[in-house]
Nanobody, 116 residues
Framework: EVQLQASGGGLVQPGGSLRLSCSVSGFTFATHTVSWVRQAPGKEFEWVSRIYGIGGRNSRIADSVKGRFTISADNVKNTLYLQMNALKHDDTAVYFC????????WGQGTLVTVSS
């Protein structure tokens, strides 16, 4: 059974940092793309970043977070990470980890609130 569980969200001040984690089971990064997708209050879902390729060796990141967010994966722990630095109010959202290029499997999201 495919499962994804995001964690690490919370309240942070503008300019601060958080690291999100996504623990996965039922598949590996070796053969599947996994993305971070977020949904801000009252807005559409926004793709943030993805990891793909054998062992998750390749990655892409959205222009809106480029230079501030970094995606990585630990193949031993089957865990995906999103390091978020220089956070802005606009980064406030529920963050989801999602399996597949077609976003076919979603984990429970974790809320990130950027506020002073």
């Amino acid at each position: 059974e495919v499962q994804l569980q995001a964690s690490g969200g919370g309240l942070v001040q503008p300019g601060g940092s958080l690291r999100l984690s996504c623990s996965v089971s039922g598949f590996t990064f070796a053969t599947h793309t996994v993305s971070w997708v977020r949904q801000a209050p009252g807005k559409e879902f926004e793709w943030v970043s993805r990891i793909y390729g054998i062992g998750g060796r390749n990655s892409r990141i959205a222009d809106s977070v480029k230079g501030r967010f970094t995606i990585s994966a630990d193949n031993v722990k089957n865990t995906l990470y999103l390091q978020m630095n220089a956070l802005k109010h606009d980064d406030t959202a529920v963050y989801f980890c999602v399996k597949g290029l077609s976003f076919e499997s979603w984990g429970q999201g974790t809320l990130v609130t950027v506020s002073s």
